[in-house]
């Protein structure tokens, strides 16, 4: 969180808010062993994860070009 530019718009607090409302959720997890927290974590964090990795090939395609 702490690497979230808020100054640049809308999306780092919408990011911030995510990674604040995951932090709660894998706590309650742990503390319940509750499992389908877990899963609805990584359901919202799939989305994210795979932008990321699309951001990376195209780095990677420009840096070979």
Do not use: F, M
Request: aromatic content about 4%; some cysteine; proline content about 2%.
């Amino acid at each position: 969180k702490a690497a979230l530019n808020l100054e640049s718009g809308s999306l780092a607090g919408d990011l911030r808010d995510l990674y604040a409302y995951l932090c709660l959720r894998l706590t309650q997890a742990n503390l319940h062993s509750d499992a389908a927290a877990i899963e609805e974590c990584q359901r919202l964090l799939q989305p994210i994860r795979e932008a990321w990795i699309s951001i990376g090939t195209r780095v990677d395609s420009a840096q070979a070009a």
